[in-house]
């Protein structure tokens, strides 16, 4: 049972790139969400679905974009990096609202030159 | 906004001491949770906590949910090395039902 799966591990991009980074659970959860972990700051969340074909904004979600065709999938895109977004991100999933009982992803590490 | 000071920011010990970290806030939860991030990994969920004064064990680890619901701690019990990590805290409040995550205990193990 693999759980949250996110790829790729890591990515290197330059300023103005674009990408998508891909979370896929197989525990049937209905509810999926997007963190970034940044030194000293926690886990912000940039957005969250709570269901297939919904997604709705977190914390930080300026720069970023989901979105959640099948229900085990959530993919996070940037259209335009920037420096700022440099961070590991993670994605979670939980079967029930209202519990913050959530299993994460092993983790995507940016970097953005 | 909303926040959860998590304090100490980072601890090292000896093996077999026990430790201590706690999260306090001026917001009022209805949920508080405990997750570890061994390094290199996603957290994983330790305790959760559903009540005003709950105190809850899982082996070496014992948790409690603040009588005022403003604040929890965690304690472990005769640490090993394998405790090395990071250790969040995570309140759900209660007007908004927004989960917000503590900034993180580091923890390290001396043999």
């Known amino acids: 049972n693999a759980g949250v799966t996110q790829t790729p591990k890591f990515r290197v991009l330059k300023t103005g790139q674009s990408m998508t980074l891909l979370c896929a659970q197989d525990?049937?959860?209905?509810?999926m969400y997007w963190y970034r972990q940044d030194p000293g700051m926690g886990l912000r969340l940039i957005h969250y679905?709570?269901?297939?074909?919904?997604?709705a904004k977190g914390e930080v979600p300026d720069g970023y974009n989901v979105s959640r065709l099948k229900k085990q999938n959530f993919l996070l895109g940037l259209e335009s990096a920037a420096p700022s977004q440099t961070s590991v991100y993670f994605c979670?999933?939980?079967?029930?609202?209202?519990?913050?009982?959530?299993?994460f992803g092993e983790g995507s590490r940016l970097t953005v030159l | 906004g909303q926040q959860l000071n998590q304090s100490p920011q980072s601890m090292f010990i000896q093996e077999g001491e026990d430790v201590s970290m706690n999260c306090t806030s001026s917001?009022?939860?209805?949920?508080w949770l405990w997750y570890k991030q061994d390094p290199g990994e996603g957290p994983v969920l330790l305790i959760a906590l559903y009540k005003a004064g709950e105190l809850t064990s899982n082996g070496r680890l014992t948790a409690q949910f603040g009588i005022t619901r403003k604040d929890s701690f965690l304690n472990i019990s005769a640490s090993i090395p394998s405790d090395v990590g990071i250790y969040f805290c995570a309140g759900q409040l209660v007007n908004t039902g927004k989960l917000i995550f503590g900034q993180g205990t580091t923890l390290q193990v001396k043999p």
């Open positions: 917001s009022i939860f209805n949920t």
């Open positions: 979670a999933s939980s079967s029930r609202s209202g519990t913050g009982e959530l299993f």
């Open positions: 679905s709570v269901g297939e074909g919904t997604t």
């Open positions: 525990m049937n959860h209905e509810y």
